[in-house]
């Protein structure tokens, strides 16, 4: 089906694109290096009209990418005027690219409630980025419940491609502080191919109503074992759930979404594993 994917040029969104082209998705890109921008309404509209889907991508994908104010209006205007394009084309689904700086526990922010980090976590963020990230998921959940259109919010960890396996090795050898200077982020990455393949995923997955499902490796980027790393660098995070056994999987984002094919999909930042975990 004719597929509108808003941020195409992008270093996920090339590759989310392929993936659908691929599967033989006639995909409907909309890209500011194009020259559409999300906060023209009518542009929007019109790159919408005849899609059965929108994946939007589109945003300013960190608060070094512009003031707050710019920030809030693409981010959440833009995310808005997509989802008014979904329901005025007939969309039957909504996939909104959010992050896992929505909860602010990443760069520094603060260090989680609990580990293991799931899907219910709370909501702390409050930097520009990760707050608009929050807003749009919010305007995605009354959007659903307006128009029963289904939405996914998915929100990625650090994303990599292949080359980036490298360069961290590389950096770590040179200097292994690296690792969690200038701050920890927990070794949660996902593989920008998983990405694509969640994408492919939510958009077939039955469901309905809205969701929200964080995405990462099973894996952990790490030189030791998560129970070391959080013992050492976050001794005073508690940890509990099921999930917190040494070696249990994290099963929520599968059960919704499948598993991935270069490393499954998780729905909780997996920093409980037992034994040493290195770099894939």
Same mark, same amino acid.
């Given at each position: 089906m004719p597929i509108l994917v808003t941020g195409h040029r992008g270093s996920a969104g090339v590759p989310v694109a392929g993936h659908l082209e691929r599967l033989g998705h006639e995909v409907i890109g909309f890209d500011r290096a194009d @020259?559409?921008?999300?906060?023209?309404?009518? /542009?929007? &509209?019109?790159? /919408?009209?005849? =899609?059965g889907a929108i994946v939007h991508l589109g945003a300013l994908a960190h608060d070094t990418a512009g003031s707050p104010e710019q920030i809030m209006a693409v981010n959440v205007l833009g995310t808005w005027h997509v989802l008014l394009a979904a329901e005025a084309a007939g969309a039957t689904r909504v996939i909104h690219f #959010?992050?896992?700086?929505?909860?602010? +526990?990443a760069e520094g922010e603060r260090l989680p409630d609990y580990f293991p980090v799931d899907d219910a976590h709370p909501r702390r963020a409050m930097r520009a980025y990760g707050l608009s990230k929050c807003l749009?998921?919010?305007? =995605? *959940?009354?959007?659903? *419940? &307006?128009?029963? +259109?289904? #939405?996914v919010s998915l929100r990625p960890v650090a994303v990599w491609d292949p080359g980036r396996y490298q360069r961290i090795e590389e950096q770590r050898r040179a200097e292994p502080r690296s690792e969690w200077e200038p701050f920890w982020e927990y070794g949660a990455f996902v593989d920008v191919r998983d990405v694509a393949a969640g994408v492919q995923l939510a958009l077939t997955v039955p469901l309905a109503g809205q969701h929200r499902a964080l995405l990462c490796a099973a894996d952990i980027s790490a030189t030791a074992s998560s129970l070391d790393l959080v013992a050492r660098l976050a001794p005073g995070v508690p940890r509990r759930g099921p999930g917190a056994l040494p070696g249990r999987p994290l099963e929520r984002a599968g059960r919704l979404l499948g598993? @991935? $094919? $270069?490393?499954?999909?998780? #729905? *909780?930042?997996?920093?409980?594993? *037992? @034994?040493? +975990? &290195?770099l894939r």
């Amino acid at each position: 089906m004719p597929i509108l994917v808003t941020g195409h040029r992008g270093s996920a969104g090339v590759p989310v694109a392929g993936h659908l082209e691929r599967l033989g998705h006639e995909v409907i890109g909309f890209d500011r290096a194009d @020259g559409p921008d999300l906060l023209d309404l009518a /542009a929007v &509209r019109r790159a /919408a009209a005849g =899609c059965g889907a929108i994946v939007h991508l589109g945003a300013l994908a960190h608060d070094t990418a512009g003031s707050p104010e710019q920030i809030m209006a693409v981010n959440v205007l833009g995310t808005w005027h997509v989802l008014l394009a979904a329901e005025a084309a007939g969309a039957t689904r909504v996939i909104h690219f #959010s992050s896992a700086q929505a909860l602010g +526990i990443a760069e520094g922010e603060r260090l989680p409630d609990y580990f293991p980090v799931d899907d219910a976590h709370p909501r702390r963020a409050m930097r520009a980025y990760g707050l608009s990230k929050c807003l749009a998921e919010d305007l =995605c *959940a009354g959007f659903t *419940a &307006r128009t029963g +259109i289904a #939405s996914v919010s998915l929100r990625p960890v650090a994303v990599w491609d292949p080359g980036r396996y490298q360069r961290i090795e590389e950096q770590r050898r040179a200097e292994p502080r690296s690792e969690w200077e200038p701050f920890w982020e927990y070794g949660a990455f996902v593989d920008v191919r998983d990405v694509a393949a969640g994408v492919q995923l939510a958009l077939t997955v039955p469901l309905a109503g809205q969701h929200r499902a964080l995405l990462c490796a099973a894996d952990i980027s790490a030189t030791a074992s998560s129970l070391d790393l959080v013992a050492r660098l976050a001794p005073g995070v508690p940890r509990r759930g099921p999930g917190a056994l040494p070696g249990r999987p994290l099963e929520r984002a599968g059960r919704l979404l499948g598993r @991935g $094919h $270069h490393a499954r999909l998780a #729905s *909780a930042l997996l920093l409980v594993r *037992a @034994g040493q +975990i &290195r770099l894939r």
